[in-house]
């Protein structure tokens, strides 16, 4: 008799059918990625691509040696930030005003497309049984639903009773007067904005952790490139607030990678996968302010991702 075992990993799933020997079929979504032989296989399968456990938070992958200076990731992704928006600001002089409105409704759009994109890859897998004549069947279904909620409702509470939202648009108001930009009325929320576009997500997190164990700066450097027109497009439409969201990543991404050796261990596969699913939520709001202004107080939903990590641990 054919039995399966299955467990969901990051938008897929591994199946393992008995009569099938040591091979782990393994798909995403509706359709077959990969065949691979199961020992020592033991990780996660992101974007078709296998890794180990050992390769996410380590860079094992990444030749011996080839990088060294430990935080070189954070600051070229800082410095890719203010590149990009400096670059922004040269485009936003030949966009009139009407224009920069329409790119920002459309950069706020292609946001939630993109966050949702994300979201639904680590929310829907595909379900596999095999019956007694060994024909396998599908179906979707989802994970994460129960995590996600609690998560965020949760961190919403906790960031209302904090109120940062608050205290994001002080240090945004503090920023905007030190730089002479008080005539610039979409300032403060170009700075929320931005800094939580390039700040929220597993990249920066997983990134981090490993430019602080190992040196290995790959996640972060294609992270800069990312950033880098991310911010361009968002400071050619909202203006040079977006420019110091380098200053949240500076501090957020150097105190992980300093503090990396030993927060790693809380890092697990399970509560990475936590926070970017949260994480790619917190995204898709973004856009949505970015499309209706002051719809969301994103900052005030940040303790969420805490939330989503300690929620790995509890279950």
């Not at 040079?240 to 105190?255: L, M, N």
């Not at 970015?290 to 969301?296: A, E, F, I, M, Y």
Request: charged share 15%; with cysteine.
């Amino acid at each position: 008799m054919t039995q399966s075992c299955c467990s969901p990993v990051r938008g897929c799933y591994l199946v393992k059918p008995t009569e099938f020997g040591s091979s782990l079929l393994i798909l995403k979504r509706d359709r077959v990625c990969s065949l691979l032989q199961a020992p020592p296989f033991h990780g996660i399968i992101k974007n078709s691509l296998f890794f180990r456990n050992s390769h996410i938070l380590t860079g094992a992958g990444s030749p011996a040696g080839a990088h060294s200076m430990i935080g070189l990731g954070t600051i070229v992704n800082t410095i890719a930030i203010v590149a990009g928006g400096l670059g922004g600001l040269v485009s936003r002089r030949f966009l009139k005003e009407r224009y920069q409105e329409t790119v920002t409704k459309a950069i706020g759009f292609a946001i939630m497309m993109m966050a949702l994109g994300s979201t639904l890859s680590q929310m829907l897998v595909v379900r596999l049984s095999a019956d007694e004549a060994g024909q396998l069947s599908a179906g979707l279904d989802t994970q994460g639903t129960m995590m996600m909620v609690v998560s965020l409702a949760g961190g919403a509470l906790l960031g209302e009773l904090l109120d940062l939202e608050h205290w994001f648009e002080r240090f945004g108001a503090w920023l905007r007067d030190k730089t002479g930009s008080q005539g610039d009325r979409q300032f403060i929320d170009a700075f929320v904005s931005a800094s939580l576009t390039v700040c929220v997500g597993a990249m920066a997190i997983i990134g981090s952790i490993q430019d602080g164990i190992s040196g290995s700066h790959d996640t972060l450097f294609a992270k800069a490139v990312l950033d880098m027109i991310i911010i361009l497009m968002m400071t050619a439409s909202l203006g040079k607030g977006c420019i110091f969201s380098a200053i949240p990543v500076a501090v957020f991404q150097g105190a992980v990678t300093l503090l990396a050796r030993e927060a790693a261990p809380l890092f697990t596969e399970a509560a990475l996968s936590n926070i970017s699913l949260v994480g790619n939520v917190l995204i898709f709001c973004v856009g949505v302010n970015l499309v209706w202004p002051r719809t969301v107080r994103i900052a005030n939903i940040l303790p969420s991702i805490v939330i989503a990590a300690a929620f790995a641990a509890w279950a």
